[in-house]
């Protein structure tokens, strides 16, 4: 398993996110048939983060547990505008946002190809610090692609947050503090086997499959059908 699984997955944040996961049905585990992920890598499990928008009183405690983890992390008055990023990220964006009481926008994965072609949609201006949302990350990549489109308008952005962070694939949180990034996030996989396999949530058979993977996401990535570096 390497470094960046060791979470504090045994505090109070990450345990209630893992479950709440795992109650709304959002968790999967194939370890028989592997998952391309949007990022190349295979992998065993899946995380469907969109299905929070359908429970509100889950999403209303995850967007608390949010606001307090960004603001232990990078200060109470370190942000003057929440970004989202296209699409899985603007409704969290939107929610955390209102309880942090900054105003929103959002990013696109490219310039709208019409009228004023616009990247970033809201107010967004120079010197503002933004602190970019989106619902998870597996290795981080694309977090620096939205990252970029909102430095280009002259703000600031130097923190990301996600619900989940896969937590499993190497260098993901060097490679985006090289890019002068910091990732903040709930909960990982290793939060989240701990949960299922305390609660029984999946047959004895899956769950080893799954603690494979993360003993060597590389090795299973490659042995089926993935990425490998």
């Not at 345990?15 to 028989?32: C, Q, S």
């Not at 990034?181 to 086997?193: C, G, M, N, P, Q």
């Amino acid at each position: 398993m390497t470094n960046e699984t060791s979470t504090a997955h045994c505090s109070y944040a990450a345990k209630t996110v893992a479950k709440i996961l795992l109650d709304i049905g959002a968790v999967n585990f194939r370890p028989e048939e592997a998952y391309i992920l949007t990022s190349g890598w295979a992998s065993p499990v899946y995380i469907d983060c969109r299905k929070l928008i359908s429970f509100p009183r889950a999403r209303r405690k995850v967007m608390e547990l949010a606001a307090r983890q960004v603001s232990d992390k990078a200060g109470y008055e370190a942000f003057d505008a929440v970004a989202g990023g296209e699409t899985a990220g603007i409704p969290y964006s939107a929610w955390l946002a209102d309880v942090l009481d900054l105003p929103m926008q959002y990013v696109r994965k490219k310039p709208k190809g019409f009228g004023r072609k616009a990247r970033i949609e809201g107010d967004i201006h120079e010197g503002q610090r933004v602190l970019l949302v989106e619902d998870l990350a597996t290795d981080g990549a694309s977090k620096v692609n939205f990252v970029n489109a909102i430095r280009e308008t002259g703000a600031e952005c130097k923190h990301a947050f996600v619900v989940f962070f896969y937590g499993v694939f190497p260098n993901a949180l060097e490679e985006l503090k090289k890019d002068d990034i910091e990732l903040h996030y709930l909960a990982t996989w290793a939060d989240v086997l701990a949960v299922a396999e305390e609660g029984e949530y999946f047959p004895k058979e899956a769950i080893e499959g799954v603690r494979a993977f993360l003993a060597d996401p590389i090795g299973w990535s490659k042995a089926n059908g993935g990425k490998h570096d």
